[in-house]
């Protein structure tokens, strides 16, 4: 398996513009998780899927941010529109819950740059 | 709530043993995890412990686990300049979400 695809791997961009992000998780997880990385805020996780539902939001930072899973295989993580305070690196991870142990596997990363 | 502390430096010299501990709150997790992050990459699953375990070996690497003080630790033994990376510890949650702490930055000096 190729494990946890994230496009684009870097992506700059200016204020007030549109930035989606997407993850394509292992075949056959059913839970997909979206982190950011920060220095100030550490590893925080912002959304999680199981079965392709919503399941916790509560770490979006805010409106701007919207995240959809359309299908197992996809997902996306939007920002609309994108500040300089969202420049960070946001991981997609997914997971295995049935009857595993749960553990998560991350994809590479975005590298967002908001100018 | 779900909490999981770490210290956020550690430097040692090749060859020493590292030692990275770290605590947590929820005592119903039913593993714990360590994850390794190299620089510019994804974090990577570098072991687990089942909680009913207080010990568990995987070549140059011991996890100890005590779960009536919630303290986890992760002991490389023979470091290596390859090991420098951060280090996170983290349990399972509710809802199969996985809660990590700060990371630890490994430090491996020549």
């Known amino acids: 398996d190729a494990g946890v695809i994230q496009s684009p791997r870097h992506e700059v961009t200016e204020m007030g513009q549109e930035v989606t992000l997407r993850c394509k998780p292992i075949?056959?997880?059913?839970?997909l998780f979206w982190y950011r990385q920060t220095m100030m805020r550490g590893l925080e996780l912002l959304i999680y899927?199981?079965?392709?539902?919503?399941?916790?939001d509560s770490g979006m930072p805010e409106d701007r941010f919207s995240a959809k899973m359309p299908n197992a295989s996809f997902s996306t993580l939007k920002i609309q529109p994108s500040e300089p305070r969202d420049s960070a690196v946001y991981f997609c991870?997914?997971?295995?819950?049935?009857?595993?142990?749960?553990?998560?596997?991350f994809g590479p990363g975005t590298r967002l740059t908001v100018t | 709530g779900e909490d999981v502390e770490q210290s956020l430096f550690l430097s040692v010299r090749e060859g020493d043993s590292s030692v990275i501990n770290c605590t947590y709150t929820?005592?119903?997790?039913?593993?714990l995890y360590w994850y390794k992050q190299e620089p510019g990459a994804g974090l990577q699953l570098l072991t687990y412990?089942?909680?009913?375990?207080d010990m568990k070996q995987d070549q140059r690497l011991t996890v100890l686990l005590n779960k009536k003080d919630k303290h986890l630790s992760l002991r490389i033994a023979d470091t290596q300049t390859g090991d420098s990376a951060i280090y996170f510890c983290?349990?399972?949650?509710?809802?199969?979400?996985?809660?990590f702490g700060q990371g630890t930055e490994l430090s491996v000096k020549p």
């Open positions: 991870a997914s997971s295995s819950q049935a009857g595993g142990r749960g553990e998560q596997y």
């Open positions: 075949s056959g997880h059913n839970s």
């Open positions: 899927f199981n079965n392709n539902v919503p399941i916790d």
């Open positions: 929820d005592s119903s997790s039913t593993y």
């Open positions: 412990i089942f909680s009913n375990m």
């Open positions: 983290a349990e399972s949650g509710q809802g199969g979400k996985l809660i």
